[in-house]
């Protein structure tokens, strides 16, 4: 309920005893997303209705009066290899019989993770570009926190106009997935000695990724550092149960209107003076 009402994504669980069977229940889910239970003992059961054999396989079936998995299973197997094909009909008859062998293996996170901004039209290096890319680092710590993993490097690609690229890594001096440790970005953009380069988008990816349990945790006597911490974690809790929109810049009323959009942007961003100030925004819907 909680993908559906944020992300407008349905999410279909299927649980059951092996993976056919549980493939079988996710696919007879309504549409609106839900979890559905078969046990062991309901397994044959729920499979008679010819659940995961294919439309044209089950049509074969039928025609010879084979018309729940129950009488398929009582069938010879080389028998079924006959009507279905070798390989089909090996596999309809073994799944018919309950023999699933594939392991349930949960997936190896991937040693990289990517977040990019397009412009809707070529723009300088100034204010906004540099604001977009502390937009990024922000959504790749939210992401890296969000795996439990952290980067050793970071690399920043910028595109211009006439599809030209430049791209520079570097690494951080231990692993890291906060959001004040990724900011060193700041210091590849002026690397880049852009000038009068039009861009037309940027990108920055976090290298050789690492589970964040193998990072090391030291105490701290940095009382900035650790406030900041501490915002960040709370921000992210705010982000889980709001959405990220619900975070923006400290309020205009609490600090004096900037004179230009860098004197907005750049300082408070690139070089925070102290603990990260955060505005919480009620949603709509409150």
Not at 108 to 125: E, G, M, N, Q, S
Request: proline share 6%; aromatic share 2%.
């Amino acid at each position: 309920m909680r993908t559906l009402s944020r992300l407008g994504v349905a999410v279909r669980v299927g649980i059951g005893p092996s993976i056919t069977v549980a493939a079988t229940v996710s696919a007879q889910i309504a549409q609106l997303g839900g979890v559905l239970v078969v046990d062991s003992g309901q397994a044959a059961h729920w499979l008679a209705p010819l659940h995961g054999i294919g439309p044209r396989q089950a049509d074969t079936l039928r025609d010879y009066g084979i018309h729940t998995v129950g009488l398929l299973a009582a069938v010879h197997p080389a028998t079924v290899q006959r009507l279905l094909g070798g390989r089909a009909g090996r596999l309809a008859a073994d799944r018919a019989r309950g023999i699933d062998p594939r392991p349930v293996i949960p997936r190896t996170l991937p040693t990289a993770a990517t977040v990019r901004c397009a412009f809707d039209r070529h723009v300088l290096d100034g204010a906004a570009v540099r604001a977009a890319l502390l937009d990024l680092v922000v959504q790749l710590g939210l992401l890296l926190r969000r795996r439990g993993q952290a980067a050793r490097a970071l690399t920043l690609t910028l595109k211009f106009a006439g599809s030209g690229s430049w791209e520079k890594t570097r690494c951080l001096q231990e692993p890291s997935a906060r959001d004040e440790d990724l900011r060193v970005l700041a210091q590849l953009m002026d690397a880049a000695g852009l000038q009068r380069g039009r861009l037309t988008a940027i990108a920055l990816k976090g290298d050789d990724l690492v589970s964040a349990d193998q990072v090391a945790l030291q105490i701290s006597l940095d009382d900035a550092r650790e406030a900041g911490l501490v915002a960040e974690a709370t921000a992210d809790r705010i982000r889980d149960k709001f959405g990220a929109g619900v975070i923006g810049q400290p309020s205009s009323a609490a600090h004096p209107a900037p004179t230009s959009t860098a004197d907005a942007v750049l300082p408070a961003l690139l070089d925070p003076p102290g603990p990260l100030n955060y505005r919480w925004e009620a949603p709509a819907t409150a």
